[in-house]
Nanobody, 114 residues
């Protein structure tokens, strides 16, 4: 199994920025699809952004133009740069690795105040 450790969450005012990081253990990071999901209070977990092993990305419509997902295979790390944050971006953000199996991080809280 792969262990994923997220960092970078916190409290920020609307309009601010945060960068989330997720570091993976093991040797399959570079051949895996990585994703960031979030779960707001009382809502289902949703995919925010994903990046394939080849660098193709996709985003949920609500974050397009504001969030950027990237990866550094030399560091086994995926990032989520979040700009122009809104209160509705508040939630727990989870890192996910997809290979022949799925692994999840423990989550990091992002709170955007209005």
């Amino acid at each position: 199994q792969v262990q994923l450790v997220e960092s970078g969450g916190g409290l920020v005012q609307a309009g601010g920025s945060l960068r989330l990081s997720c570091r993976a253990s093991g040797t399959i990071f570079s051949i895996s699809t990585m994703g960031w999901y979030r779960q707001a209070p009382g809502k289902q977990r949703e995919l925010v952004a994903a990046i394939t092993r080849g660098g193709n990305t996709n985003y949920v419509d609500s974050v397009k133009g504001r969030f950027t997902i990237s990866r550094d295979n030399t560091k086994n790390t995926v990032y989520l740069q979040m700009n122009s944050l809104k209160p509705e971006d508040t939630g727990v953000y989870y890192c996910n690795l997809q290979y022949d199996f799925s692994s999840w991080g423990q989550g990091t809280q992002v709170t955007v105040s209005s």
